[in-house]
Every structure is written in structure tokens, then in C-alpha cells.
């Protein structure tokens, strides 16, 4: 009976110390799980006498009981203060209750009973960082080592565990009327969309429209989900394309299923067994090139040239250490990591940014290569002022270009061959210029015409080509598919085409950023830096290049970094959570 009384008197305590904490008049709120290091706790504002007030953590008490709170929050000034920044100590209890106490130590604010959940996978993280800077006192909160943010890794992970030794009051509304982007969940979309739809994506109509497929992209056109080994068919998924198809389901979401807005995608097919191999000249009896499987077949319908033991054991060397299925497996499943290990070990223990490829062969391999190796020379004007790495990070980085060239026939006459190509880029050639062939993947076997990706060719030609005029370059094109797939091209080639050459493109003159040695390790850290109110995003600040997911990746980072500089620590976990952890194990 006397338990049953003790019981009975101890829910009476709770209950009217909850009807307590509702009748206060300050009100503290955590509307997040308490599963890692920090949070944003919620303020309500107050009437002016009772500022500054002082917030703190502990047992759950009411307004006449003595109080000796686990740990001190943060001191609350002016009613304008409606977040503070709340970093939770490794001793913190389990339970407890946020309170708030005025001037005089008098009880003026309760939140509800909290529960911290230290068996979570963002508390147990294990975090092997140089705790030693102290963080100013503002609520901003940089994205380095000293957050438990790694730059040079799996960013997101820290942004989970996020670790400060100072922490400070946050004024939301002054916070977000800084930046001129809505600080909302969706804030990383809104700059994924000034990076693509400004001319990057570009969807060239020869006739018609979408639903002609009378079209060819002239930018971004494949989206990887997996990598397949021939031989053993093992296949890898590429997680951090992902990213893409989640910017494509957000897009629909807020199109409401607009038919004419609906992103949707298609198989794409890479490879086709009779793609054609025109190299020096050599053609079959009736006039087309042989095929990529019949070479294989047959020797004698490609130019024997010399094998080079050396030229074979290079490559074998450089496919073991760059593109082994170990690291092609790492790479797919978190590039982030992948990226970090390949920095600090790279290849044969050796750092995978420290030696270009002709340093990496001679100086530590051995081999005695007839070539020369080019270094880095950035210069430092006209950047602003800024940090000179950055400074060096805006001159210097180097880009790739590129151009493409597609051409409309007026039937698909590839698939009508004895051998069909069934869509696919393997029809290459040593014809200067050309590059890649690619045959479209949609409506395939469709009667009417169709259009080819002629040429698709980068880097010292993607710069050359650029200086031809429009007719020049794709008559050398249509000429060079004449040459490749016979007088069919030529009789059936309706006149329509488009011209993509990068290099001629406002404002951008390049295609994707192409690093030299030692860049990503001297630039990528800086990127995470906010200089002069300025935030740097895009494919070139991203681990990986010349993909949109590397594009939609530095827009997550640059929306989470700018959350974090003002000190909107709920938010950041938000986006960080919702386009990066759904994908990836963090």
C-alpha cells in the first residue's frame, strides 16, 4: 500500500511541475531528437523586464525547490534572441529539463522533460580532431576541423556530430534576413537551381519537341547508377549520383506532376557490340567499317602495331593503382571517403594528390619515359581580397572544354544495318577532332528520322574546334561520318544541326573544372572557408567533376555552410540529413 502511495505522489510531483513549466512565462523548446552534439533551442519572447535571463541545463524542478543545474547554456540579453546554439557535453545526462532563470535566480522558464539519446550512431561517432582553437563566441560556426567538420572527407558527417567549444545566441529573423535565398529546408534546391538552368543543362530540339525525340543533349547527357565489371558482371552502385535523381523527384514534387514539368528517366546504353572501328583507313568489302566485336574477332581488320612491353606494364600499373574494382567499390559506395584515403595514401602508400601521372611512372616506378611533366604556375591578381590560396584556387584552376556536334538524318539507317547499333558511344575513330559517336538510346527502331551525336570531342580539340564557324565544323563532321558509316550519311542528312562548343559559351569558356597535381589538396579546405560574406559553390569546389552530382554536392555544402555561419544549426542538420544521409551511411 505504501508503494502504491509513493507512486501516486510522485506522478502528482510531475504532473505539477509540467502544469508549472506551461504557466511561466519564458518557453524553451527543442524541436529536434537530442541524438548528437548540438542543437538549436527555441526561445519565446518575453516582456523586457525580464531580460538578461540565463538558460541552463538539469534535473526537471519546480519554482521553490534548490537548483544546481548539470551545465550553463548561455545568457539571453534582449528579446530579439529567439535560438541559441546548444552543444551538449559528453557527461550530459539522459534526462533533464531546460530552464530559465532571471537576474535574481528566480525559475522564469521550463521546457518539457528531454530525453538524450547517447546510444545514437551521430553520438558514438568516434571523432579524431585537434579540439585545441577556440570558435569565437558569435553564432557562427566554421566547417573545419575544429567543428568536427572534415574538408577534406565525408564533410556531412561532421555537420551530424557537430562539435564547438563556444556557444551563443542566435537572432533567427536577423540571421535569415542576411541572406537573400529563403532559409528553409529547401534552400540547397534553390542554389542547385541558379547552378544548372543558367545555360549548363542545354537540350538541343533539331525539330520539334519532346515528344518528336528529335533532339540531342549538348551538355550534361547520362546520369551513372552503376558500374558493371565485364568478366564478372559484379556490379557497383554509384551513390553520390544519387543526388541527381533526388534534385529530379524534388523538381517533381513541386511541379505537382505538371506533365509538361515531369523529370523522367530512360536506360541509357553506353556500349552497343557494333559500334564501328575506323582507325587508319581500313573498311570491310561493303564500305562500312568493321564493328568493335569483329576487330576483336579478326585481327586482320585493324593495323597491327608493335606491342611495347614497357607501354603494356605501365598501363597495367596504373590500372591496378587508379582503377582497381577495390577502389572503384570504395569510390561507389562514399566517394567522400574514398577521396580522403586516395589523398593520404594514394597509390602504393603514396599521396594520391602528391605526383603527377609522368612523376608517379619515372621518379618512384622507375620507368624512363620520352615526356614532360607540367607544373603548376598560378599567379595572384585580380582575385580581390581574399585568402591567397583562394586568390590562387579563383586564377589557376585549370578547365576542360569541349564540343559537340549533333546531326539530324532522316531515317536511324544504324539500326537498319546487317549488324545493328542499338544506341550506345562505340563507334571511335582515329579521325582528328571527332572524338566520341554516340547513338541515341530513346525510341529506339522508331521509324523517321533521328539524330546523332556526331561528335562529341574535349580538351586541346574542344579549344581548336571552337575557332571553326558553325558550316565549317559540321561539314568536317558530317564529312568524317560520310567516311565512317558510308554514303548513306551524306544522302540522308535532312541539313539540321546543332553546334555546342563550351569554350564560346558567356560567362563560362569551359566545361568542368580539370585540376593539376596538388590542387584538390591546396583548394578544396578553402572552399569551405566564408570570405568576405562570400561562399564559394560549383562543380570545380566539388570532389568529383564534369557531373551534375558534383554540381548538386557543393550546392548541399555551400547551403549547410551558410546555415552554419549564421549559426542556424536545425536547419543545417535538416538539409544535411535529408540530400546526403538518405544515400549514404554516415
Known amino acids: 500500500m505504501m508503494g502504491i502511495s509513493f507512486w501516486i505522489a510522485s506522478a502528482f510531483l510531475v504532473v505539477t511541475r509540467l502544469a508549472a513549466a506551461t504557466e511561466l512565462p519564458v518557453k524553451l523548446e527543442v524541436k529536434v531528437a537530442l541524438t548528437s552534439r548540438s542543437a538549436n533551442i527555441h526561445v519565446s519572447q518575453a516582456h523586457e523586464s525580464l531580460y538578461p535571463f540565463t538558460v541552463t541545463y538539469g534535473a526537471c524542478h519546480s519554482h521553490d525547490e534548490e537548483y544546481e543545474p548539470h551545465h550553463t547554456i548561455s545568457k539571453v ?18 534526462t533533464g529539463c531546460l530552464s530559465a532563470w532571471s537576474s535574481q535566480n528566480a525559475l522564469i522558464g521550463h521546457s518539457e522533460p528531454l530525453e538524450v539519446n547517447k546510444h545514437s550512431k551521430q553520438w558514438v561517432k568516434k571523432r579524431h580532431l585537434d579540439m585545441g582553437t577556440r570558435l569565437s563566441k558569435r553564432a ?6 575544429a567543428s568536427g567538420i572534415d574538408a577534406e572527407g565525408p564533410w556531412f558527417d561532421g555537420v551530424e556530430v557537430l562539435k564547438q567549444q563556444e556557444v551563443s545566441a542566435v537572432d533567427v529573423s536577423q540571421a535569415k534576413a542576411k541572406s537573400k535565398a529563403p532559409i528553409i529546408e529547401e534552400i540547397a534546391w534553390e542554389s542547385v537551381y541558379m547552378l544548372i538552368t543558367n545555360r549548363r543543362v542545354h537540350t538541343a530540339y533539331l525539330e520539334g519537341g519532346p515528344s518528336d525525340y528529335q533532339y540531342q543533349e549538348m551538355g550534361p547527357m547520362r546520369f551513372p547508377e552503376s558500374i558493371q565489371y565485364e568478366g564478372s558482371n559484379e556490379t557497383i552502385p554509384i551513390n553520390d549520383m544519387k543526388l541527381t535523381f533526388d534534385l529530379a523527384a524534388v523538381m517533381n514534387q513541386l511541379n505537382a506532376g505538371d506533365s509538361n514539368y515531369t523529370v523522367n528517366f530512360i536506360p541509357w546504353i553506353q556500349k552497343s557490340p557494333n559500334g564501328l572501328y575506323y ?17 576483336k574477332d579478326n585481327t586482320n581488320l585493324t593495323a597491327l602495331t608493335p606491342e611495347d612491353p614497357i607501354a603494356t606494364n605501365i598501363t597495367g600499373q596504373i590500372t591496378k593503382d587508379t582503377c582497381s574494382a577495390e577502389l572503384m567499390a570504395a569510390v561507389g559506395k562514399n566517394v567522400f571517403t574514398a577521396y580522403k584515403s586516395f589523398i593520404e595514401t594514394g597509390p602504393g602508400g603514396l599521396g594520391g594528390d602528391d605526383w603527377s601521372e609522368f612523376a608517379y611512372l619515372h621518379n618512384h616506378l622507375g620507368y624512363i619515359l620520352n615526356a614532360t611533366d607540367q607544373t603548376v604556375n598560378s599567379g595572384y591578381g585580380g582575385a580581390g581580397d581574399f585568402n591567397p590560396t583562394l586568390k590562387d584556387a579563383i586564377t589557376a584552376m585549370p578547365y576542360d ?17 546487317a549488324l545493328p547499333i542499338i544506341g550506345g558511344c562505340s ?6 577532332g571527332i572524338g566520341s559517336i554516340c547513338y541515341p538510346s530513346y525510341n529506339l527502331n522508331a521509324t523517321g528520322p533521328g539524330v546523332m551525336l556526331a561528335s562529341y ?9 571552337a575557332s571553326l564557324s558553325d558550316l565549317e565544323h559540321v561539314q568536317y563532321v558530317l564529312n568524317a561520318m560520310v567516311e565512317i558509316h558510308g554514303e548513306v550519311a551524306r544522302e540522308q542528312y535532312t541539313g539540321k544541326y546543332n553546334r555546342r562548343c563550351w569554350a564560346l559559351d558567356p560567362l563560362e569558356s569551359a566545361s568542368w573544372a580539370n585540376p593539376s597535381i596538388g590542387m584538390h589538396k591546396l583548394y578544396i579546405p578553402r572552399y569551405f572557408e566564408t570570405e568576405n560574406n562570400m561562399i564559394f559553390i560549383g562543380e570545380h569546389t566539388s570532389y568529383t567533376h564534369a557531373w551534375i552530382s558534383s554540381a548538386l554536392e557543393s550546392a548541399v555544402r555551400g547551403s549547410v555552410q551558410l546555415l552554419l555561419e549564421l549559426g542556424l544549426v536545425d536547419e543545417a542538420k535538416a538539409i544535411t540529413e535529408k540530400f546526403m544521409a538518405r544515400w549514404i551511411s554516415i
Open 77 to 94: 540579453h534582449h528579446n530579439s534572441i529567439d535560438r541559441l546554439v546548444w552543444l551538449l557535453p559528453d557527461d550530459i545526462t539522459t
Open 140 to 145: 557562427s560556426i566554421p566547417m573545419n576541423n
Open 279 to 295: 582507325f587508319n583507313g581500313i573498311k570491310k568489302p561493303n564500305g562500312l567499317a568493321p564493328t568493335v566485336t569483329e576487330i
Open 401 to 417: 572544354t569541349v564540343c559537340k556536334v549533333a546531326l539530324q538524318f532522316s531515317t536511324r539507317f544504324w539500326e537498319h544495318y
Open 427 to 432: 563507334t571511335v575513330t582515329d579521325i582528328p
Open 457 to 465: 570531342t574535349s580538351g586541346d580539340f574542344g579549344i581548336r574546334f
